[in-house]
């Protein structure tokens, strides 16, 4: 249930994004979900890719700072209000959410998120109860 999701720091300059694509590409390592954001000269994307040791081996081979976390793929509902399915038991079980960004693809209809949560045992266990679907290795199909 728990998905790796790869930090990668890079500066932040026109095509470095476009570098480490096409790094990832060559290695033929697929992106499944992506955020990108910016940092004053640096900017921080969280990958969650089908091979993440390859990906975080190969990047930081090519001196990319690279951390890892472990986080979740949730299933969401995708119709007005359906982020809160999500949010709401997490806020119940006050839990805070760290990172929260969308799947490239969908799941029977729906929308699926990542999510980074704190403590993540608690947030599976939080989620489970308000029976959201935890997405595992399946995520990579999509």
């Known amino acids: 249930m728990i998905i790796d999701q790869l930090s990668v720091k890079m500066i932040n300059r026109p095509g470095e994004m476009s570098v480490v694509s096409d790094l990832l590409g060559d290695e033929n390592i697929n992106v499944k979900a992506l955020s990108l954001s910016v940092h004053g000269p640096d900017a921080h994307v969280h990958l969650v890719v089908d091979d993440a040791k390859k990906a975080a081996d ?17 299933e969401a509902p995708d119709h007005p209000g359906g982020l809160n ?10 839990i805070n959410v760290e ?10 209809g729906n929308a ?20 959201i679907t935890i997405l595992d290795r399946e995520l990579y199909g999509l």
């Open 85 to 94: 399915a999500i949010l709401r038991p997490l806020k119940q079980a006050k």
């Open 58 to 74: 190969m990047l930081r081979g090519r001196g990319y700072e690279v951390t890892e976390r472990q986080v979740i793929a949730v």
């Open 112 to 131: 699926v998120l990542i999510v980074g949560a704190e403590p993540i045992a608690e947030a599976i266990t939080a989620l489970q109860k308000h029976y």
């Open 99 to 108: 990172y929260l960004y969308p799947l490239i693809g969908k799941i029977k």
